[in-house]
């Protein structure tokens, strides 16, 4: 039978020092076994001594009985240029947790923060001008990646924590690195909240009650997005008409959360604040966006990615192809990846691909977009499809003087092949080479 297990984020210093002695109290009656998680970041001068310390400690607890192992990680990377040690640091550390978690075959993972890191949490996110999710600060619980992180201690004084820390007389760390008040946290602890808890003695209370309201306000306010989303958006596309007819106030919270799920963690309020005024009079807009950019055309608010960098564009496009089976074939001259797929009907006869030319536009091009229809100036065809101006790139697909296919567009209806015979249909992506490149088949590129 597998030992019932959970699991103890262990720095070494106070706080996890004692939650971890706690856990062991608490769940030997149980039989349950814990494990302690330590993270070597390679920051500070004396990580190794902290691993050290750690791995002693929980020796000593092993050999007096208790049902204790003790796990560590050794961080390999770094911080990027520019980018916060803070921010790195945490992101890292929780990483490792997770790995160590599931390699341990743990589900339950406790962390240490207690009221006063609540408090702390709620008046940083407040000093940035952060919304409710942010001022609703660490949750006590929450599923994540497969895990639940539980902070068993968020509603407890930090005086109670080092009261049993004294009673049990346990050893543990100092990093002294929490002194340096560079760091925007250590300030807020050092020079903030001590002034508070002095004018106000239920000052972390408070503050802690406040986050709990945001919390529940965060909520409410997530699930009316998902009511207003439902009837604003369509696939990927939000309706900008619709989205006009909501209050102000739901008009940005839905557009708030319609954005962070095209882009997690990069929504500003300027940004926020600039749509509600843009969009409604601005019929065909782009607005930068991290990962790729925003676009409005015809009452659609779209959000594209950016293609991928791609490396040793050649400086003249391709100019021949040949089509022999099905798959993608790449043409970085051209900046993307034209893609053949076997169909049963409304394709290109397998013969005509045998032999492609590829040629850019020359404005004297004529399409049929469909059998009966007549044949039309290809600008006109992307205006009647909606095709915005920047999609309108790649080649054109000719197979001895035919014009076969248009990005954007489609197969001309007069190189349609007929039903009983062997054809596929193509598709262009712009810039889509990872996926491209990893694709095997028979094809040939003559440049």
């Not at 000593?60 to 050794?74: N, V």
């Not at 339950?108 to 940083?124: I, P």
């Not at 009837?231 to 557009?255: D, G, Q, V």
């Not at 708030?256 to 601005?282: D, F, I, N, T």
């Amino acid at each position: 039978m597998t030992e019932a297990r959970v699991a103890v984020a262990y720095s070494g210093g106070r706080d996890s020092t004692t939650l971890l002695h706690a856990t062991l109290r608490a769940a030997a009656p149980f039989g349950i076994g814990v494990v302690a998680l330590h993270v070597h970041h390679g920051l500070h001068p004396n990580a190794d001594d902290w691993l050290a310390h750690c791995r002693r400690r929980c020796e000593r607890w092993t050999q007096a009985g208790h049902r204790l192992h003790f796990a560590s990680e050794r961080l390999t990377t770094s911080p990027r240029r520019g980018e916060s040690v803070e921010a790195w640091a945490r992101t890292s550390r929780y990483a490792a947790l997770r790995r160590m978690a599931l390699e341990h075959r743990v589900d339950l993972v406790l962390l240490a923060h207690h009221q006063q890191d609540q408090a702390e949490t709620f008046l940083l996110q407040a000093l940035r001008g952060g919304g409710t999710c942010g001022l609703a600060g660490m949750p006590r619980v929450v599923e994540r990646d497969g895990l639940t992180w539980a902070r068993p201690w968020l509603a407890q004084p930090r005086d109670a924590i080092e009261a049993y820390l004294r009673r049990h007389r346990l050893g543990h760390v100092d990093d002294d690195s929490n002194a340096d008040e560079r760091l925007a946290r250590n300030r807020l602890r050092h020079q903030v909240l001590p002034t508070l808890n002095l004018a106000f003695p239920q000052a972390e209370l408070a503050l802690t009650t406040a986050a709990e309201w945001a919390r529940e306000a965060s909520v409410c306010l997530r699930e009316l997005a998902q009511l207003d989303l439902a009837a604003i958006s369509h696939a990927e596309s939000l309706r900008i008409a619709t989205w006009i007819a909501l209050t102000s106030e739901r008009r940005s919270n839905a557009l708030r959360y319609w954005l962070r799920e095209r882009a997690p963690g990069s929504v500003s309020a300027a940004l926020v604040k600039r749509l509600m005024s843009e969009l409604p009079v601005c019929a065909n807009g782009r607005w930068p966006l991290p990962g790729g950019e925003l676009r409005s055309h015809r009452g659609v608010l779209t959000f594209a990615k950016t293609p991928l960098a791609i490396p040793d564009r050649p400086s003249v496009p391709e100019t021949s192809l040949r089509v022999n089976a099905a798959g993608a074939y790449p043409l970085p001259g051209w900046g993307g990846v034209l893609r053949a797929t076997v169909t049963q009907q409304a394709g290109v006869g397998i013969a005509a691909l045998r032999r492609l030319e590829l040629l850019p536009r020359t404005g004297a091009e004529q399409f049929q977009a469909g059998a009966g229809r007549p044949a039309r100036a290809l600008k006109k065809q992307y205006q009647a499809a909606g095709v915005p101006a920047d999609q309108r790139g790649g080649p054109l697909i000719y197979s001895e003087g035919r014009l076969l296919f248009v990005p954007g567009l489609g197969i001309d209806s007069r190189a349609i092949a007929l039903p009983d015979e062997p054809q596929m249909t193509l598709e262009w992506s712009d810039g889509s080479f990872d996926a491209a490149l990893g694709t095997v088949g028979a094809r040939s590129l003559d440049r």
